[in-house]
């Protein structure tokens, strides 16, 4: 229960006055009805004896039975329409914030949870689960509540009368509830076995329907091989899921032979006991409908507490990933970055990544000073970008230190040590936004147009821009509309723009002109001894 009381808080958190109301009119939705049973009570009686009876001194002939009981039927459906457009509301403001939850989740965990396939399974799960498996629980919840209060009223109702009506009626539903508890334990055993495999059939989805693989799915006709994988992983996992479904629904079918056999008793001791006098015609018809209504609640109750187990079992999926911490944090006492830099050391150096068998690097070793180009070069997999990594911390060294002006990196506020250290990677990210955004993205704190046009113009970005339909509020690629797409070469070029406009002291290039023409490669090293001049510390990453 300590999971489904976690998901009630977080709803509550989510919006205290909407869950409280929804409490309340979950509470009237499930009187009233039962009111209105009583009501119709004295309505048969006045029509079929023509005398009225009286309730809490009021006369209750034909017509002040039927006003009552009309009104307390507008008034149920009013409370309905109510309760839809706060659940509604409800609804929507717990997918934002379970959404805002996940996302500030997800970015404040470090790069080592990303290169491991666990963390995407978990991730997986939760993201499939918070859109709906929260209200899901709300509902139930509420569903409990007012299945309860339906029950206890009906069951002082049938009492009256006879004791085995109570009995017959629960146990009826006694199977149904063991075999709905052992259909969700089996449903999220078999969800969480084959994580993996939806999350196949998620990246076959994408690689058929993305932009970005468009080109090489087309021109080496890549289609039908992957439409092919999706069909097979879909299909073995229907059929199992099919499996389990035929084998409950036996089982379903003859819970509903229990429920009928019951519903038939306890009908014909009712018919028995109007026919040698003992409950007038009146009772029997609300004794009959109360032990229908019954019937429903009690399995209303059995939904509500299976359900309720089942989304138990889910939304741990969701707090399993807010609850992971990342290893990377700031130090308790860290230390302010500096504005100039002097030097950046890599000193006796060794690592390796997550669920890895072997050393990117090995006691490496590099000093590179202000007012110089350090150049890095070496093959694929030398492990030249991962020395970016450790100098911005997305990974911390397992041997040595990555010392900047002779301080321990890991001893610097994290936030400073990334705003001093410029960086374009080698897989630069396309930003489909302004172009203005996409170069202010270097220092998201201050947006200044000016400041946007020296790093375009340092990029030999400058004019291309400026020729846009809206110049640098131009929206960049075919995403969306109104968009502009690049060549390569000019997204690099607004990666490195980007870069630049963080005005860092440190500034990291990784493999900055792959995409580039000899003039624009003419133009980055031109501007790579500016800024050599103006006593920046520049590691250059190079291919051999």
Request: glycine share 6%; aromatic share 12%.
């Amino acid at each position: 229960m300590k999971q489904i009381f976690k998901a009630l808080d977080m709803i509550r958190q989510c919006d205290n006055r909407a869950f409280w109301l929804r409490i309340v009119y979950v509470v009237i939705m499930h009187v009233l009805p039962l009111v209105n049973l009583y009501v119709l009570k004295f309505l048969i009686d006045a029509v079929s004896n023509g005398e009225p009876s009286v309730l809490l001194g009021v006369e209750m002939n034909t017509w002040v039975s039927l006003g009552l009981f009309s009104f307390i039927f507008l008034l149920d459906r009013i409370v309905a329409v109510l309760n839809s457009v706060n659940n509604d509301i409800m609804q929507q403001r717990l997918i934002d914030y379970i959404s805002e939850r996940m996302q500030a989740q997800s970015a404040r965990l470090d790069m080592s949870y990303f290169d491991n396939p666990e963390y995407h399974d978990t991730y997986h799960r939760a993201q499939q689960e918070a859109s709906y498996r929260p209200i899901q629980i709300l509902n139930g919840f509420m569903g409990l509540l007012g299945s309860l209060i339906s029950i206890t009223v009906i069951m002082v109702m049938l009492t009256s009368v006879s004791g085995w009506i109570i009995v017959v009626m629960v146990a009826a539903v006694v199977p149904s509830f063991v075999v709905r508890v052992i259909k969700a334990r089996k449903i999220y055993a078999f969800r969480r076995n084959n994580t993996q495999n939806y999350r196949r059939t998620s990246y076959y989805t994408t690689l058929l329907g993305g932009r970005d693989f468009a080109k090489e799915m087309r021109t080496f006709g890549l289609a039908p091989f992957f439409r092919e994988r999706f069909v097979s992983v879909r299909k073995a996992l229907v059929k199992s899921l099919l499996k389990i479904s035929k084998r409950l629904g036996v089982y379903d079918s003859v819970c509903a032979v229990v429920e009928t056999f019951a519903l038939f008793f306890v009908t014909m001791f009712l018919i028995m006991s109007t026919k040698d006098g003992s409950i007038s015609l009146s009772s029997f018809v609300v004794l009959f409908e109360a032990f229908r209504r019954g019937q429903s609640q009690l399995s209303t109750l059995v939904s509500s507490i299976t359900g309720l187990y089942d989304n138990r079992l889910f939304i741990g999926n969701l707090f399993e990933f807010l609850d992971m911490n990342p290893s990377i944090v700031n130090p308790a006492h860290p230390v302010p970055f500096p504005e100039r830099v002097h030097t950046v050391e890599f000193r006796d150096i060794t690592f390796r990544y997550p669920k890895m068998d072997r050393d990117v690097l090995s006691h490496f070793n590099l000093t590179a000073r202000a007012g110089e180009v350090t150049q890095i070069e070496g093959e694929n997999g030398f492990g030249k970008t991962t020395l970016l990594k450790l100098l911005l911390r997305l990974y911390d060294t397992d041997e040595g230190a990555v010392l900047v002006d002779g301080v321990d990196v890991r001893l610097y506020d994290l936030k400073g040590l990334r705003h001093g250290i410029g960086a374009i990677f080698q897989d630069y990210v396309r930003f489909y936004c302004t172009a203005e955004e996409n170069i202010a993205f270097g220092d998201i704190r201050v947006v200044d147009r000016d400041r946007v046009k020296r790093a375009a113009a340092l990029a030999g970005m400058d004019g291309y821009i400026e020729r846009l339909p809206q110049g640098y509020d131009t929206m960049l690629g075919r995403m969306f509309d109104g968009g502009e797409e690049l060549s390569m070469g000019q997204w690099q070029r607004i990666a490195l723009a980007r870069q630049l406009y963080s005005d860092a002291p440190v500034l990291i290039f990784d493999e900055p002109t792959a995409w580039m023409d000899v003039p624009s490669r003419d133009r980055f090293y031109r501007t790579l001894e500016e800024l050599k001049e103006a006593g920046r510390v520049i590691i250059l990453i190079k291919h051999v």
